[in-house]
């Protein structure tokens, strides 16, 4: 295990700057995940740590040694890639044995020993003689996480590696990579899109846009605590919604004249953006039970199963919100939302 610390990390292709200012300090044994859109920068950061792109500006540290200048064989990483990159006419053992053998590490014996850890640590001990193309896609999948870890490097970089899998295979691999971490430790860089991958399996979770860090935070915080309107729009795609704090900084003027409630806390009148999750929206008939709250009219009803997603239409403005199934409203009624203050975030004005 090793700490990582990126410090002014700039990347540039040709007159492009892709990363602007990049400062990371990664503790010894953390899952970290890059997260962010495409194009982002989080994969070119991820390839700067290991080696496989040069900086314009900045420092690469790992374990305190700087390897700004260092090749990737002399990092003491291992990086998993999107594609796998298995061999096909070679065994799963000795695609795992692979690295040992390019790094000339241990005898024979002890690589046998290491490729027989590294295969039962992914459970595929018993699978060893047979070749990539005889797996499933999730069995190569873990077959390429083996041969990452085998070499029992000080860092281990995750390219997006679950992207090629269904859903079900990915639930089933977030819960090993999360039972893999804890029994060996890595400090491990994951790059990802999905926030769900990044809430689930994540120590902190790094969200870039545009090549700069938006905000970077425990998956509680983060989720729950966004820092900007980008932030909060990313990570469980929130309402954003313009609106205007009163005179006394307790309430908020909608765009189409309702008002709201806002939590506690001392503001100045003005133009803010609230950022309310799907799931805080409560809905109930129009002046059914005398509770207070803005009203919106119901458009489009989307079945999830044990939810229903409703698209609610207030003004101009257009909110999403999250029902129980067994909670049925027609297109065109009128609901009033019920939110609890304390669940709202009032953020600067979103450009």
Not at 20 to 31: A, T, W
Not at 245 to 267: C, T
Request: proline fraction near 5%; hydrophobic fraction near 40%; charge should be neutral.
């Amino acid at each position: 295990m090793a700490d990582v610390r990126l410090t002014d990390i700039t990347k540039s292709f040709g007159k492009v700057e892709v990363l602007h200012g990049v400062s990371l300090d990664i503790r010894s044994g953390e899952f970290i995940s890059l997260l962010g859109a495409s194009g982002c920068g989080k994969t070119t950061l991820l390839r700067i740590v290991a080696g496989l792109e040069s900086v314009t500006t900045g420092r690469v540290e790992i374990d305190g040694r700087d390897v700004t200048s260092l090749p990737p064989e002399r990092r003491d990483i291992a990086m998993m890639f999107q594609s796998y990159a298995l061999l096909p006419h070679l065994s799963v053992a000795e695609n795992v044995r692979f690295p040992l053998r390019m790094r000339r590490i241990g005898n024979r014996e002890d690589q046998r020993r290491r490729v027989q850890e590294a295969l039962e640590t992914v459970q595929l001990g018993h699978l060893a003689d047979r070749r990539p193309r005889q797996l499933s896609g999730g069995q190569q999948q873990r077959v390429a996480l083996a041969r990452a870890i085998v070499s029992r490097p000080k860092v281990l970089l995750l390219d997006e590696p679950l992207s090629n899998l269904d859903a079900r295979l990915r639930e089933d691999m977030h819960v090993e990579l999360i039972e893999m971490h804890k029994q060996l430790g890595l400090t491990t860089i994951f790059v990802t899109h999905d926030q769900e991958e990044a809430l689930s399996l994540s120590d902190r979770i790094v969200l870039i846009n545009n090549g700069e860090v938006e905000q970077e935070d425990t998956p509680s915080a983060i989720y729950s605590r966004p820092a900007t309107a980008f932030a909060s729009a990313f990570l469980g795609a929130a309402n954003l919604i313009d609106a205007e704090v009163l005179e006394g900084g307790r309430r908020a003027r909608l765009p189409d004249g309702q008002q709201m409630d806002l939590p506690e806390g001392e503001r100045r009148p003005g133009p803010v953006t609230l950022s309310i999750r799907q799931e805080d929206i409560a809905l109930a008939a129009a002046g059914d039970d005398g509770s207070v709250g803005p009203e919106a009219s119901v458009g489009t009803r989307v079945y999830l199963g044990a939810r229903n997603r409703y698209v609610l239409r207030l003004g101009d403005a257009r909110l999403r919100a999250l029902a129980p199934s067994d909670q049925s409203w027609d297109e065109g009624s009128r609901v009033r939302l019920r939110i609890d203050p304390a669940r709202l975030r009032v953020l600067p004005r979103a450009d």
